[in-house]
């Protein structure tokens, strides 16, 4: 473990520079504490990382994005749900995790705890932890964070949200995403290598790359779709999600204040094709908060 990267944090592209130790909190709300939200199996992943059991989700809380749709706002935000756990006992919720027939560790928002995450999949490891990890992002990250975790992530499944700056500052305070989400997905694909798949067709390594739609954004959608053929091609899969569901906007996003259309959707679906790109789409059905759990400590 990086013993003073919680000193001087600059773990995420905000860079705050706070001592986290000393009890001050930068853009993400986070301490040196971990919390997390739930430790559970989670059927709602993409085909090959749910499996038939379920993908072995720890959701963090607190976030360096500060997205106005967020679906897991109950944790996201700087005054976050959550219980503290130290480095050992995150290091048992991996290994109950495994035992309980999860297809791999989930890491669900983990780059501010960096550090104590680091250790703690060390440990488990040394322990018996044998399943795939996980690393599930919102794509805001640092080269740097990422490497501090080269050779303990076998999976990567960051979100590429915007291509837009504009959009990007807009609806998640961050216009520099585009910059910081393409050197990350770039590192994250020579960390893995190309996807690959057991005999039973759960995915073992690579990364999936996804991107939510947003209503009225599809130009934006179909720039990332183009940016990620033209740079990655059959290295990558991608998951193309429609699931975007609206809460509370009408005052303030009024133009987000609805869901994605069938008409939107199956226009980025053709060019997705167009393009040869591989991966994951979503079904109608999944336009829908019933999907996101309840983060009441489950498990933690």
């Not at 809380?61 to 130290?86: D, M, W």
């Not at 960390?191 to 990364?207: E, K, L, N, Y």
């Not at 790359?209 to 990620?228: E, K, N, S």
């Not at 869901?259 to 994951?280: M, N, R």
Request: net charge negative.
């Amino acid at each position: 473990m990086e013993p003073n990267a919680y000193r001087h944090c600059t773990l995420c592209p905000r860079g705050c520079g706070v001592d986290r130790t000393s009890g001050a909190r930068g853009f993400c709300g986070a301490s040196d504490v971990v919390y997390v939200g739930r430790a559970a199996l989670h059927a709602w992943e993409e085909p090959p990382l749910s499996g038939e059991r379920g993908s072995g989700t720890v959701f963090f809380t607190h976030c360096a994005l500060g997205c106005v749709f967020c679906q897991n706002r109950t944790i996201s935000r700087r005054e976050a749900q959550g219980k503290p756990v130290t480095q050992e006992r995150l290091t048992e919720i991996f290994l109950e995790l495994q035992t309980q027939g999860a297809h791999n560790i989930n890491l669900v928002t983990a780059s501010h705890y960096a550090p104590t995450v680091q250790a703690a999949l060390q440990q488990a490891r040394a322990q018996g932890l044998h399943i795939p990890v996980v690393y599930n992002c919102g794509g805001y990250e640092t080269v740097e964070t990422l490497r501090m975790l080269d050779g303990l992530i076998d999976i990567y499944l960051p979100d590429f949200k915007y291509y837009s700056s504009y959009y990007a500052g807009m609806y998640s305070g961050a216009p520099d995403y585009p910059d910081f989400a393409k050197e990350a997905i770039a590192e994250m694909v020579r960390q893995t290598g190309a996807p690959q798949f057991d005999q039973t067709g759960m995915m073992i390594r690579g990364t999936i790359v996804r991107h939510l739609m947003l209503p009225g954004l599809a130009g934006d959608t179909a720039q990332v779709l183009r940016y990620l053929a033209e740079h990655f091609g059959d290295r990558i899969l991608v998951s193309l999600m429609r699931q975007y569901t609206p809460f509370g906007m009408a005052e303030r996003y009024p133009e987000l204040d609805r869901k994605i259309t069938d008409e939107e959707y199956e226009q980025a679906v053709t060019l997705f094709s167009e393009l040869g790109l591989a991966g994951f789409l979503q079904d109608k059905e999944s336009i829908s908060e019933s999907f996101i759990p309840s983060f009441e400590g489950q498990g933690v």
